[in-house]
Every structure is written in C-alpha cells, then in structure tokens.
C-alpha cells in the first residue's frame, strides 16, 4: 500500500492544522495505523496510534488531550487533528500502516509496514 500524508503547514502557537493520510488501492480497515514524527536533531517518536477497526486509538503522552487521530467512513483516510500546537510540536510527521493480523495498537516503528512520505508541522511562538 502506498500512503500519502499532507496538511502540514505552519501555524502560531496554540493553533491548530489537521494531517491527513491517503492510501492508495487500499482500505484502511485492513490496516492498523500510526502517526510518529521527527524533530530536528531527534529520533523518530510515536505520536497517534489506531486499531484496524478503528474502535481503540492511543497517544503519546505529550500529545494526549491535544491531539485526536480518526478515520473517515469510507475506510481510505485516516486524519490527525491537532489543536493548542506548540513549538515542540515543530516537526516531520509521517503517517505509517501495520498489515499484522492483530487488532491493537502499535507503538514501535518496526512494527509498521508501510510509510508516507512525511509532511512538516512547524509552530512558532
């Protein structure tokens, strides 16, 4: 599956942007996924994660309560929206799918298949 991630942009601190995550030839359901992202100088980190049906998602601590990550009806999207952004949300996300027959929820990178090719996030203060 090849997926596409877009919505990045440039905001002011305490704004908000949604990200967005297409796959091509391919329904979601089949898939579980994840947003990670990449500050300058850091690791990779994970962001968001939600089950193949959709019914679990899960947050990396620094992001809980800000943001929500959601797939759409049509099982081809999945989006990140993010709201109160802070500077040290300054970053390349990427969005990434796990084809495993296993209907949780995956927080290491190795654990996924499939990568876009990142969109940057970039808040200023």
């Known amino acids: 599956v090849q997926l596409q991630a877009s919505g990045g942009g440039s905001v002011q601190d305490g704004g908000s942007l949604r990200l967005s995550c297409a796959a091509s030839?391919?329904?979601?359901?089949?898939?579980?996924m994840g947003w990670f992202r990449q500050a300058p100088g850091k690791e990779r980190e994970f962001v968001a994660g939600i089950s193949r049906s959709g019914g679990s998602t899960d947050y990396a601590d620094s992001v809980k309560g800000r943001f929500t990550m959601a797939g759409d009806n049509a099982k081809t999207m999945v989006y990140l929206q993010m709201h109160s952004l802070k500077p040290e949300d300054t970053a390349v996300y990427y969005c990434?799918?796990?084809?495993?027959?296993?209907?949780?929820?995956?927080?290491?990178?190795?654990?996924?298949?499939?990568w876009g090719q990142g969109t940057l996030v970039t808040v200023s203060s």
């Open positions: 030839g391919r329904f979601l359901n089949r898939y579980a």
């Open positions: 990434a799918a796990n084809n495993a027959a296993f209907y949780g929820i995956f927080y290491r990178e190795k654990d996924y298949d499939y």
